[in-house]
T-cell receptor, first 113, second 118 residues
Framework: SQTIHQWPATLVQPVGSPLSLECTVE??????LYWYRQAAGRGLQLLFY??????ISSEVPQNLSASRPQDRQFILSSKKLLLSDSGFYLC????????????FGEGSWLTVV | AQSVTQLDSHVSVSEGTPVLLRCNYS??????LFWYVQHPNKGLQLLLK??????LVKGINGFEAEFKKSETSFHLTKPSAHMSDAAEYFC????????????????FGKGTKLSVKP
């Protein structure tokens, strides 16, 4: 069966520091991978998605970036965090043959102080 | 334009009473529709999905939803609420033209927070 792992679960970082959130999927190949952000009181905002290694699409302009160095690995990064980057970040994956169900990781709480 | 509207941001019920969480969608095509549940500080878990088969869809934990094309609705129901149902629920639409999953064009509702009183 497929599983998705996301870490770290919680992170407290000072303004201006770098960020790296990592996500890996097991039990499938060539998944579509996604990073969402969920800010308090709002819905989910799609940040990045990837349909293959090295292929990243950005949905919103921001100081975050994403990379997919391996088929089942998706990394969310920032060189310098802003206070507004605080939020709950969710990694997700989708595979066409599963009927387009999207599966989410457990999430990462980022607090920028 | 395609959209999802969850009509209530917060629903409060007593334990043992029915639950109704409302979702309306707007789509030019027949969409795939999903309900997800999110417990505090957790990821989203799939409750159920509609993909143009039976219009009444049964999910986990006793939840079900009925797709009504004439009303463009996909309301989530449960006959009897349990304390463990307290969580936030998201209605999600995937427009059919992105069926291949090649785009991140999932449309999320804003969420409905369900409270269950003892």
């Amino acid at each position: 069966s497929q599983t998705i792992h996301q870490w770290p679960a919680t992170l407290v970082q000072p303004v201006g520091s770098p960020l790296s959130l990592e996500c890996t999927v097991e039990g499938t190949s060539n998944p579509n991978l996604y990073w969402y952000r969920q800010a308090a009181g709002r819905g989910l905002q799609l940040l990045f998605y990837s349909v293959g290694i090295g292929q990243i699409s950005s949905e919103v302009p921001q100081n975050l970036s994403a990379s997919r160095p391996q088929d089942r690995q998706f990394i969310l990064s920032s060189k310098k965090l802003l206070l507004s980057d605080s939020g709950f970040y969710l990694c997700a994956w989708m595979y066409g043959s599963s009927g387009n169900t999207i599966y989410f990781g457990e999430g990462s709480w980022l607090t920028v102080v | 334009a395609q959209s999802v509207t969850q009509l209530d941001s917060h629903v409060s019920v007593s334990e043992g009473t029915p639950v109704l969480l409302r979702c309306n969608y707007s789509s030019s095509y027949s969409p795939s529709l999903f309900w997800y549940v999110q417990h505090p500080n957790k990821g989203l878990q799939l409750l159920l999905k509609y993909t143009s088969a039976a219009t009444l869809v049964k999910g986990i934990n006793g939840f079900e939803a009925e797709f009504k094309k004439s009303e463009t609705s996909f309301h989530l129901t449960k006959p009897s609420a349990h304390m463990s149902d307290a969580a936030e629920y998201f209605c999600v639409v995937i427009p059919i033209f992105t069926y291949g999953g090649s785009q991140g064009n999932l449309i999320f509702g804003k969420g409905t927070k369900l409270s269950v009183k003892p």
